[in-house]
């Protein structure tokens, strides 16, 4: 694939002078320059990694891993990982009274594509495998990297302190997919990666490249395409050209593999019909709805996905316009687009919104302080937060039902917040531009 298609005739970035559109080019590795305040950040960091074995003395990690290693080795011994789940749910769903109160087994579904990298992996020494962790915990962490890149400085100094937790509260909510060992963690973090070069440099090609990929494992990456699209000018072809190959690649497997792939999708809509994960997006949560009142879901929460998502949409297209015309910056601008981009993919699993732990913290911050003193609205930050979190460890759907709204609460806050510093920059631009009148 020609990496000239992935690029825009003007790869340069937009400049520093239109409001701070471009992130600069010094790292911050979120630690502050004040040697307690670092000193007091680095033990936060070493309590935290000193805390994870006594987390998986309790809780095994890895549960997303095993799906992955059943699936192995269902294609070494020449099976099918896609029916071979199909059974397991089958199975599971006929005796009910067995296990009343367990949870439904989870089934390898991702594309039929990975499955010759399965066969490739399992080739390999089983002492490989251990490599894959120390790739995944960078991956968490340039996840958590990227989104203090949206904190201004004089926000730093209250971030840095929430950055070793960040990874604990995906969605702002507690709860533990970090342990899962999902290869969701490592795409986001390798695609967000490429985001900053883009947002930094102007130039986008590693992130065509990373989402295309990521695209092969799970398709609704594609959504995050809209990031260039938003944050960049001249990135419609480039855009367009990716989301047609990723398209492509999806359909690829049904001329290749066809009973394979109809394997592949029965495993999918059996992840719906029988375990109902349906993810707390607001066309997920519309969905579990209709499912639990035995109502068909799949064509009202396709609808239902096209009224909010088709808006959603057009919001962040009028905010990228401002964006691009200097009427907020970059940072003010990163946190509302990645939640909103985020909410475009029709199902949001725990993992999907991991790296949204900061900027919506930050869009909080941004929100409640324009209103109030820096005291006051770390003290209501801190009660909405502890009140969410009561009420979403209690229950795992009572979780989702609180993170769905919390999204959309947040991403509108954060867009009237941006639409009024947007007005307060035009009206400032008028100003300068208005004729001085002599005075004698």
């Not at 969701?184 to 065509?208: D, K």
């Not at 997920?284 to 096209?306: K, M, N």
């Amino acid at each position: 694939m020609p990496t000239a298609l992935l690029e825009s005739s003007d790869t340069t970035p937009l400049p520093l002078a239109t409001n701070h559109s471009a992130l600069p080019e010094k790292l911050f590795f979120g630690l502050p320059s004040n040697p307690r305040s670092r000193r007091i950040v680095l033990i936060l960091w070493l309590l935290v990694f000193a805390a994870m074995p006594v987390w998986i003395a309790f809780d095994s990690p890895g549960w997303d891993l095993d799906v992955c290693y059943s699936a192995i080795r269902s294609v070494i011994a020449g099976g099918d990982p896609y029916t071979d789940g199909i059974a397991m749910l089958q199975h599971f769903h006929a005796q009910p009274a067995l296990h009343p109160e367990a949870t439904p087994p989870f089934i390898y579904v991702y594309s039929p594509l990975t499955l010759p990298f399965l066969r490739v992996i399992g080739a390999l020494p089983i002492w490989l495998g251990g490599l894959y962790w120390f790739i995944y915990i960078p991956a968490v962490l340039a996840q958590i990297w990227v989104g203090l890149q949206a904190a201004e400085g004089s926000e730093r100094r209250y971030f840095v302190y929430l950055a070793p937790l960040a990874a604990f509260f995906p969605g702002l909510l507690a709860d533990g997919t970090v342990l899962s060992g999902n290869v969701a963690h490592i795409l986001y973090g390798l695609i967000l990666l490429a985001a900053v070069v883009g947002w930094r440099r102007g130039s986008w090609r590693w992130f065509y490249i990373a989402t295309l990929a990521a695209s092969c494992i799970k398709a609704p990456f594609l959504m995050l395409l809209a990031i260039p699209l938003l944050s960049a000018r001249r990135q419609w072809l480039p855009t367009a050209i990716t989301g047609s190959l990723g398209v492509a690649l999806f359909a690829l497997p049904s001329l290749i593999w066809p009973a394979l792939f109809k394997h592949y999708l029965k495993a999918v809509e059996l992840m719906f019909s029988y375990s109902h994960d349906f993810g707390c997006s607001p066309s997920g949560l519309f969905s579990d709805f209709l499912w639990s009142q035995g109502v068909p879901y799949a064509r009202p929460g396709f609808v239902f996905y096209l009224w909010y998502a088709i808006p959603l949409f057009l919001i962040l297209l009028y905010l990228s316009k401002s964006f691009l015309r200097g009427g907020f910056s970059i940072h003010q601008w990163i946190p509302v687009l990645l939640t909103g981009v985020v909410l475009l993919n029709p199902r949001l699993i725990e993992y999907d919104v991991a790296a949204l732990a900061l900027p919506l913290a930050l869009i909080g911050w941004r929100v409640v302080s324009s209103c109030t003193t820096h005291r006051k609205a770390i003290i209501v930050l801190s009660v909405l937060f502890v009140i969410a979190n009561c009420f979403a460890v209690h229950r795992w759907e009572l979780r989702k039902m609180i993170d769905g709204p919390l999204l959309v609460l947040f991403f509108m806050a954060g867009s009237l917040n941006l639409l009024l510093l947007s007005s307060e920059s035009a009206a400032r631009a008028r100003q300068d531009q208005e004729p001085r009148v002599a005075t004698v």
